[in-house]
């Protein structure tokens, strides 16, 4: 089944201790991205990759890190957490960066709680 | 002012209604436009794209007016399953980074 896979779906975690979410996709996608929803907010774009080794800010960069060693994983970290980064998180991936009318997918989320 | 806006709701309307919803985006060289549903506490799944001539998808039908940039997103004869937030999301400028609007509520009772 083609799918974005994240991992863990809920977080709770002290401000400070480094964490990792992980986000796999199995679709061959070269872009893949990260968000984060907050009431209000909408979803706000944190990082995107559009390629392996090929990545870039998003709107809201500030307090995470991301690599893509492999086109098919593109994992969030968060150094050093703090009470603002709770948030909803999803990881989406697209055929192409170049043709969003494919649309993108995304993975079922992860809840993070930042105490 | 946002990028893109979207009046969160909740629509409440009865099975059956027609509910329309509307968007504005703010920069006038976005190409490309969609409609997104979430369901409560579940990923956005991509609705369907919104193309310069309108298009229908079924009961759902998307419009586009460029020269007041707003987009549309019409529900006809609206089901239960229909309940969910929909989000209109938009290409920043002429680059394929999408802005995604946060969400009109859409209640359908019994």
């Known amino acids: 089944e083609a799918q974005v896979t994240q991992n863990p779906r809920y977080l709770i975690t002290v401000t400070g201790k480094k964490l990792t979410v992980t986000c796999s996709q199995n679709?061959?996608?070269?872009?893949m991205s990260w968000y984060r929803q907050d009431p209000g907010l909408g979803l706000r774009q944190i990082y995107y990759?559009?390629?392996?080794?090929?990545?870039d800010k998003g709107d809201v960069p500030e307090g995470y890190k991301v690599s893509r060693k492999e086109k098919r994983n593109f994992p969030l970290i968060l150094e050093s957490p703090s009470p603002n980064q709770t948030s909803l998180y999803f990881c989406?991936?697209?055929?192409?960066?170049?043709?969003?009318?494919?649309?993108?997918?995304f993975g079922s989320g992860t809840r993070l709680t930042v105490v | 002012r946002k990028e893109v806006e979207q009046d969160p709701g909740p629509f409440n309307v009865p099975e059956g209604a027609t509910v329309a919803f509307n968007c504005t985006y703010s920069?006038?060289?976005?190409?490309?436009f969609f409609w997104y549903r979430q369901d409560c506490r579940k990923e956005p799944k991509l609705l369907m794209s919104?193309?310069?001539s309108g298009n229908e998808d079924g009961r759902f039908t998307a419009q586009l007016n460029r020269a007041s940039q707003y987009i549309s997103l019409l529900i006809r004869d609206s089901k239960l399953s229909d309940s969910a937030t929909y989000l209109c999301?938009?290409?920043?400028?002429?680059?394929?980074?999408?802005?995604f609007g946060s969400g009109t509520r859409l209640l359908v009772r019994p």
């Open positions: 989406a991936s697209s055929l192409f960066f170049g043709q969003p009318n494919y649309g993108y997918t």
């Open positions: 679709m061959n996608h070269e872009y």
């Open positions: 990759s559009m390629n392996v080794e090929v990545t």
């Open positions: 920069n006038s060289a976005s190409q490309s």
């Open positions: 919104v193309y310069s």
């Open positions: 999301v938009v290409n920043r400028d002429s680059s394929y980074k999408l802005i």
